[in-house]
């Protein structure tokens, strides 16, 4: 970290910038705390070609988070490029492990993000799953949105990497004849998009937080699944969420389908120890 980066970001915050430590923030970012007279922020910085835009739509994703009054997201700073190093400035937010009591504000929490609605799924701009494109442009049903903006594109991506093969792939029209029969009845619903615990907090006053946003509109369930993947949350957040928002006859399989999205995601950015996954909810689908 430069002096005149340092500099910068106390131009930035209007004071001056009493210590700086490196922490964790995920493996795209270099991350930091920055501790001023009067307060504490949260730094990422990246020098890649697109993370200027990684870091507007990430700025984007808490903004349209925070204006729905659900579940609270760190405040943005700022977001701004400084000799080709891109940079986001956050609220710092002092954090603890959750308990049951904070899994259940959580989930209900979370039930009341997905109630807020709009007359389109997906979004008015593209954003990023990991480091990967993730396309949001608008569909009016939500088997359209899923095939084309979410499973196709990362079939493809899988099919170039050679990570599948043809065979391992459905056609279009298979897609859309199995998802229609699961997909019925599904409102646009604002979505987290990327929702693994990583991505939320519960602050030192229990109160919740979420992060790292890849956000839409689209199925709730989409959140769930992500958040069952690699482990789950405590029973007491899908509690919660359900006595908001009930399970359905399809629930299950819908669960299965949206993790196929999240472990295709996986399988491009990590390579094919995902690929069994990926292919066991394919052949049993598709």
């Known amino acids: 970290m430069t002096d005149t980066f340092k500099a910068k970001l106390s131009e930035v915050l209007n004071e001056p910038i009493k210590n700086m430590s490196a922490v964790l923030?995920?493996?795209?970012?270099?991350?930091?705390?920055?501790?001023?007279?009067?307060?504490?922020?949260?730094?990422?910085?990246?020098?890649?070609?697109?993370?200027?835009?990684?870091?507007?739509?990430?700025?984007q994703g808490l903004n349209l988070l925070s204006k729905t009054h659900s579940v609270k997201t760190p405040e943005v700073i700022a977001f701004d490029t400084f000799e080709k190093l891109s940079f986001l400035l956050l609220e710092f937010i002092p954090s603890k492990s959750p308990n049951s009591q904070?899994?259940?504000?959580?989930?209900?929490?979370?039930?009341?993000?997905?109630?807020?609605?709009?007359?389109?799924?997906?979004?008015d701009h593209d954003n990023k799953i990991g480091r990967l494109a993730q396309s949001n442009s608008q569909h009016k049903t939500w088997c359209s949105f899923y095939t084309y903006e979410r499973l196709l594109p990362q079939l493809n991506l899988a099919l170039q990497k050679g990570l599948l093969q043809d065979q391992d792939c459905p056609s279009v029209e298979r897609m859309t004849t199995v998802l229609s029969g699961f997909f019925s009845n599904v409102t646009p619903g604002l979505l987290h998009g990327d929702l693994w615990s990583g991505n939320f907090l519960i602050s030192e006053t229990g109160i919740p937080y979420l992060i790292d946003p890849a956000v839409y509109y689209g199925d709730g369930l989409v959140d769930i699944a992500m958040s069952k993947l690699f482990g789950g949350f405590g029973p007491e957040f899908y509690d919660a969420y359900h006595d908001i928002i009930p399970k359905d006859n399809a629930y299950a399989e819908r669960i299965d389908l949206y993790q196929l999205y999240y472990l295709l995601v996986h399988l491009n950015l990590f390579g094919a120890s995902y690929r069994p996954g990926v292919k066991r909810i394919l052949s049993r689908y598709f």
Do not use: R
């Not at 991350?31 to 697109?50: M, Q, R, V, W």
């Not at 039930?111 to 807020?116: Q, Y």
């Open 25 to 59: 923030g995920g493996d795209i970012s270099d991350a930091f705390k920055l501790e001023t007279a009067s307060n504490i922020y949260f730094l990422k910085c990246h020098n890649g070609p697109d993370a200027f835009s990684m870091f507007e739509t990430e700025s």
């Open 102 to 123: 904070d899994y259940e504000v959580f989930g209900t929490q979370l039930a009341n993000l997905h109630l807020n609605t709009t007359d389109a799924f997906g979004l």
